[in-house]
């Protein structure tokens, strides 16, 4: 099997849809990022890498984030982040209110805004200097030190982020956020803004292909139990309300961004990104999911 030609096949093939995406215009700074780009890493356990386009090219990984910080979370705080947050698939829009006032101030799931934000809560209590703290622990796991905010984003997201600031609101109000309400959304903001690009995502993601270990270092990030369901986790629930089509189409666990990015992890054999601007109707990556699913296709790897 040669990965780098069937990278380069795919590159061809997805060419027509750059176009046809949308990018994330309620986000001014994403509104202005040129739709016809495409991106695409793979980086395996036995320490190869392969790329094709516009892979050197940092973005904002968006959502992406909030596997990163459900991450570090778990770590230090194993089942107990449950008591806060769910582990079911949401089958709304990702930033809904209605299902949060309908369970009562409990998120679905850690991957939706709402759940993101309550992780985000949990990191301001185990961390001294959260923002400094999360993103050494994000270049550890890619093996970099370049790795940081975008904070043009992060301010652009933070002068917009109405719906947010509502959903950690009305968690407040249900004594889900125990931090100030600015805190979380100031945190928030900057994990959403992290600029990163395709390489880099593949390799900080590693471990998760690796029962948990992160191969560049040798280190336990995870233990195998909680790698497991982290990945069940990002395969029911880590690509927003199309969660099912994703597994059906790419039979991966994975997780977008608005940004246009999504990871998926083989485990046992590797990780693949990819980054495509324009998104589809359920704010994932239009170009991204099909190159996802080509590449299961022509390798004939999948979880399933």
Known sequence: MNIQTILHQIEEEVKPLLQQGKVADYIPMLAAVDPNQFAMSVA??????????????????????????????????????????????????????VQLERENGIPRNPFINAGALVITDMLLSIYKNPKTELIEFINQLAGKENIGFDTEVAKS??????????????????????????????????????????????????????????????????????????????????????AGDFAFRVGLPGKSGVGGGIIA????????????????????????????????????????
Not at 81 to 93: A, C, F, H, K, Q
Not at 222 to 234: D, E, G, I, W
Not at 272 to 293: D, H, T
């Open 44 to 97: 395996t356990l036995n320490n190869e890498t392969y790329n094709i386009g516009n892979y050197t090219k940092k973005f904002s990984i968006q959502s992406i984030s909030k596997v990163y910080t459900l991450i570090a979370a778990f770590a230090k705080m194993g089942d107990k982040i449950w008591e806060r947050t769910g582990r079911e698939p949401s089958g709304t829009p990702f930033n809904s209110l």
């Open 157 to 242: 997201e933070k002068e917009h982020g109405f719906r947010n600031a509502a959903l950690t609101n009305f968690l407040k109000s249900h004594n889900n956020i125990f931090n100030s309400i600015e805190a979380v959304l100031d945190l928030y903001f900057c994990h959403c803004s992290i600029s990163m690009n395709t390489e880099e995502l593949a390799k900080s993601y590693l471990f998760l292909a690796n029962g948990g270990i992160n191969p560049l270092t040798n280190e336990a990030v995870l233990t195998p139990s909680q790698t497991k369901r982290l990945n069940a986790l990002m395969l029911t629930c880590g690509t927003y309300d199309e």
């Open 265 to 304: 992890i083989i485990p046992g054999k590797m990780t693949v990104a990819v980054w495509s601007p324009g998104l589809n109707k359920k704010g994932n990556s239009l170009a991204g999911i099909q190159a996802l699913e080509l590449f299961t296709t022509k390798t004939g790897i999948s979880v399933f």
